[in-house]
């Protein structure tokens, strides 16, 4: 899978499997699923794959103790991934948006269980205008594997609605949910920033334009009649 970083690597706050405490414990977890970047609040963010969005959590839901969150799956040969983006602020991806690297889904927000300094951030600082806690919860990539059917003890992706099924008809098993991480893994970055993957892609229009143009003129010149010359 083609990932790319969502900002630049000097503004990761925690890596994958770091902070192993209670509040990773409770849920089962033995550490962070993911990396944390902090760029800033209201940072736009940016895909880092290309893949299609099949569930978002709480976009129009005002309560920002609601944790806020895009997910994508993106297809790699066999394998699939969910890959996530969570604590944001505004989101503007669509369910069912066919998402490009290096498109805008939201800005960086505090939404969700966030802390600041070891303590929580309250709804109270939250409400009042506060931005403390800030910060990019991803991508988060989980592994998974298209399956036509559902086996018990198996964990598969859900969407708003329950278990999530794409339009093929595939379910999408977790491949090592009991991995510690809920079957989330470090994330592999290609080492170029989603924004250089979008400047791409924008410039290859452009670029087919041009030859385009060239290709348009070339023939012109040759199937125009050739200039009398005066006598």
Same mark, same amino acid.
């Given at each position: 899978?083609?990932? %790319? ?8 706050? /925690? $890596? ?7 509040? !990773?414990?409770?849920?089962?977890? =033995? &550490? *962070?699923?993911?990396? #944390?970047?902090?760029? $800033? ?17 709480? =976009? #129009? ?19 699939? !991934?969910?890959?996530?983006? @969570? ?12 998402? /490009?690297? @290096? ?5 960086? @927000?505090?939404?969700?269980? +966030? %802390?600041? #300094? @070891?303590?929580?951030?309250?709804? +109270? ?7 403390? $806690?800030? *910060?990019? *919860? &991803? ?5 998974? =594997? ?7 003890? =198996?964990?598969?992706?859900? #969407?708003?609605?329950?278990? !999530? ?5 595939? !379910? ?12 989330? +893994? ?23 334009? /041009?030859?385009?143009?060239? +290709?348009? *003129? ?14």
């Amino acid at each position: 899978m083609e990932l %790319y970083l969502p900002f630049p690597l000097q503004t990761v706050t /925690q $890596g994958f499997g770091e902070n192993d405490t209670e509040t !990773y414990a409770r849920g089962g977890l =033995k &550490g *962070h699923t993911t990396l #944390d970047f902090d760029p $800033g609040w209201g940072v736009p963010v940016p895909f880092c794959a290309t893949g299609r969005v099949y569930s978002i959590l709480n =976009k #129009d839901n005002p309560d920002p103790s609601r944790y806020r969150a895009v997910y994508q799956i993106v297809h790699d040969g066999d394998i699939s !991934y969910e890959v996530s983006y @969570g604590h944001l602020d505004q989101i503007l991806a669509k369910v069912g948006q066919m998402a /490009q690297a @290096g498109q805008i889904l939201g800005t960086v @927000g505090n939404t969700g269980e +966030v %802390y600041h #300094d @070891g303590a929580p951030v309250t709804n +109270v600082e939250r409400l009042s205008g506060s931005h403390a $806690g800030a *910060h990019l *919860h &991803g991508p988060q990539v989980r592994p998974c =594997k298209r399956v036509r059917f559902t086996r018990p003890g =198996k964990q598969y992706l859900q #969407d708003g609605y329950g278990l !999530y099924r794409d339009v093929a008809g595939n !379910y999408y098993e977790v491949i090592d949910y009991d991995n510690g991480f809920n079957g989330c +893994v470090t994330p592999s970055f290609n080492g170029r920033l989603a924004t250089s993957a979008k400047a791409a892609t924008e410039t290859i229009p452009a670029a087919i334009a /041009q030859i385009s143009a060239t +290709v348009s *003129h070339y023939i012109a010149s040759r199937s125009a009649p050739p200039a009398s010359t005066a006598t």
